[in-house]
């Protein structure tokens, strides 16, 4: 590259912490431990100070919601990323937790505790059996089928007129107060996000790294792929049904509108903005993505307009994300050094 | 080498749309031996692993392994009961290192059930056994090549470690499709003991190779495919001498002689 | 014979609507999920032509159909193209593009009052029977015009070759001096004019909605699914399957359940065949 200084190229260091804190090094000083923890901890307490910080009331329940979307954006980073299953369906998932938690408060009379996991669980078996014939496909087809689920969804709920039809399942329980609804959603999605942090490290993470590089290779290993996609589906989709239990609660009521292209592509968009593959980009993008989001909402469709124009351009022209640029600054540093 | 027959291909026929890529080729497999099949490019070689392995559904013929009817299994069954095999186009997972591989065969229920080794489910067990199928298939166990990403090896690293993912798997046969391709004549030199051990341990090969001179001095026997169709079978001397063989590398004035 | 005449109808509509999409897959092998927003596109376009230029109505349709292969073809050229080979990332992107056109469309475009394009031709006609209004048959006689021009411009066009040559191998058709960056735009322009032609010939049946963007991607992703992801021909035959098949759900059960027929007839194929009616994409990809 030439610049007017002369000829002059850019040069990446490593700043060589990253390989001093890889293995028992990691305890030998404070300065590394300290590198270690504090981008972790600068996550975990400022998520945990987040629901004392805002006091205004509607900004209370917007960072409910982008808790619930950072949920969603984690579930398409793990499948995407971690499987090479691009479901564009996350409303699917949103909208099977979310009839299932209302239904489950609503006819049964169980509260938020039991109809929350309750759903998180029955809703990701019900998702993974409806999503099992499209698991032998492959990327674009797996794509393009997903696309297609809630969109059917609704139209059926409409067509038949069940669950609610179009006026959906009213009169959901909410929360005892927001406390316990915001810090056990912020909980959960810590746990979330440091639990599969551990699992694509794991061997069984490695098999669905694995799936997603070259499945022939993983097939000529005598590994059933499709067992492993279908766990993985039940993974990611458990973390969207959990999402669409919270967000039934939180406005107490479930209808269509949770089957609405909101929840499938804003999670798209946050993890291409965070970086995906990096499993904290998503929940960072979420966080940068819905407040902006929610500060359009007076605009109508137009902040869908917004949202995808962002994720065009940094799909097209960054698609590496802010997590992975933020990482390497963090491990490296650049300078300008004359050739 | 007389012994009983561990892989029977019986009829086999496969075609892709129009192209006829095989045509009733049948061979018996025996226990212990190292099979080579040659033929020249397109005459479906290939397609023939493919078949057996399952990856490939065969529009008529059957597949016997040990007697019992495989054909039309997934992959993965197949590769369960010990029938493994290396891929042309070689198919590391690139993003991971190249002893990181191995732990997707080792996860596979053939291998934990066949694998002896040392319980193989705990977190460093694996990794270790790792390195050491590794090493046996030459990589330098001191040296930082195992832990290199599989998209930073070279060719030769590549295809020892195709063979490496086989044999993670406590393989019977092992299908080797063109492991030699590719490789430099030393490269190759040093393969060839390996090959020779995987032999001695009871492994039986079938090796798909374009490079005679190196496969002939391991191959107890050769198959000789041309069109999708089984021109000859035999001791790789007696099957150099064959006319038609010749003709099929040579190429022929007049193909019709073929068909 | 009801079922038969709309039958026959709604499988050309069908077949009009998943043309462009397939064209556009089998030959750059890109997923175009803004084919549903260039449909719709083209409809504004057209109403904006005739009601604020004022121009003849003909001439307006045309130049609408040519303004949106325009529009796919920059779309493609300015963005795609640098996503090109990456699969997610272009269903990713085109997705986001079509999103964002018709979302802004339903924004700043649709207000207020019903948007409608005038038929071709008024007046209905009586066929074995039945009653059929004359822009339906011409739907069907501009489908089954736009396959035939269709097979003899890929089968002795210059062009035409070159995309065909493209669709069956990239890599030879690259070897033999065929710009494959320029053939796939060429491509996106062909793929978003027959998504124009669908919209100019099927809107006069109903109003502009920014709804019908999102069913025509459903339908045109149904049709080659079942058909074949590429295969034009699949996409013909399984475009008179799903037809038929939608129109006897019409008459026997309701008619709401058209779309559920759509997502049905895409689950049974990936189950008893992945690879759709005459999809080949597999069995190339296994043979390698």
Known sequence: ????????????????????????????????????????????????????????????????????????????????????????????????????AAILNTKLG????????????GGAAICTLFLLPCLPLRGVYFSIVTLMYPLITARIIEALNILGGTDGIVGVASFPNRWVEQYSLFGLLLLILFGLRRLVNKDIGLVFRGIKDNDQ????????????????????SGMGCLGGAYLVHIYMWSGISQLALDFSIIPIASTVIGGGGTLVGPVLGAFILVPISELLRAFGTLRIVFYSLILMAFIIFRSEGLMVYAQRKYHQFERWVKV | MTSETILEVKEISKAFGGIQALSNVSFRLHQGEILGIIGPNGSGKTTLINCITGFVHTSSGKVFFKQKDIT??????????????????MRPYYSLPAYKNLIIPLFSPRARKYGGWRGGGKLGDRNTVCIDILEEIGFERDSFVPYKLASALPTGYLKRLELARCLALKPEVILCDEVFSGLSASEIASMIPLIERLQMEGITLVMIE??????????????????????????????????????AYLGSEDLSDYV | M????????????????????????????????????????????????????????????????????????????????????????????????????LEGLRWGGFKGMTYTLPVFIEGSLQILGVQVDLQRIMVVVVGVVVMGLLWLFTHYNRIGLALRAMAQDERAALMLGID?????????????????LAAVVLLPLGNIVVEAGYNVLIMAIAVCIVGGLGSWIGAILAAFLIGFVQILTVVYIESHFQIVVALLAIIVTLILKPSGLFGRQKELEERV
């Open chain 2, 210 to 247: 374009h490079r005679l001179k190196e496969l002939f001095r391991v191959a107890d026997r050769v198959v000789v495919l041309n069109f999708g169709q089984k021109l000859t079978e035999g001791i790789p001397e007696a099957v150099m001498e064959d006319e038609r063989v010749k003709e």
């Open chain 3, 180 to 196: 494959s960056d320029r053939m796939a735009v060429a491509a996106m322009f062909l793929g978003s004019f027959l998504a124009g």
């Open chain 1, 1 to 100: 590259m030439t610049l007017k200084g002369g000829d002059v190229r850019q040069e990446r260091i490593d700043r060589g912490i990253k390989v001093r804190t890889g293995g028992i090094y990691a305890v030998s000083s404070w300065k590394e431990i300290g590198y270690l923890l504090i981008p972790r901890l600068v996550l975990i307490v400022g998520l945990l100070i987040l629901p004392l910080a805002v006091t205004n009331l509607y900004w209370q329940r917007v960072i409910s919601i982008v808790g619930i979307y950072a949920l969603l954006s984690l579930s398409f980073d793990f499948l995407t990323h971690f499987v090479g299953l691009v479901s564009l369906g996350g409303a699917f998932y949103v909208g099977v937790g979310g009839y299932m």
């Open chain 1, 217 to 236: 290779a993983v097939k000529a290993s005598g590994i059933n792929i499709t067992h492993y996609k279908a766990a993985a589906v039940f993974i990611s």
């Open chain 3, 2 to 101: 009801e079922i038969l005449v709309y039958g026959i109808i709604n499988s050309v509509t069908l077949a009009l609507m998943a043309l462009g999409f397939t064209l556009v897959y089998g030959i750059s092998g890109l997923p175009n999920f803004a084919h549903g927003a260039l449909y719709i596109v083209t409809g504004f376009i057209a109403w904006s032509f005739i009601h604020t230029l004022k121009l003849n109505f003909l001439l307006a349709m045309f130049l609408s159909l040519f303004v949106t292969g325009l529009i796919g073809a920059a779309i493609y050229r300015l963005f795609l193209i640098r996503v090109r080979g990456m699969a997610t990332s272009e269903i990713i992107a085109s997705y986001a593009i079509g999103l964002a056109i």
């Open chain 2, 72 to 89: 039309g299994q997934p992959p993965h069954k197949i590769a369960h009961l010990g029938v493994t095999r290396t891929f042309q186009v």
């Open chain 1, 110 to 121: 169980l509260s938020p505790l039991f109809t929350i996991p309750m759903a998180a669980l």
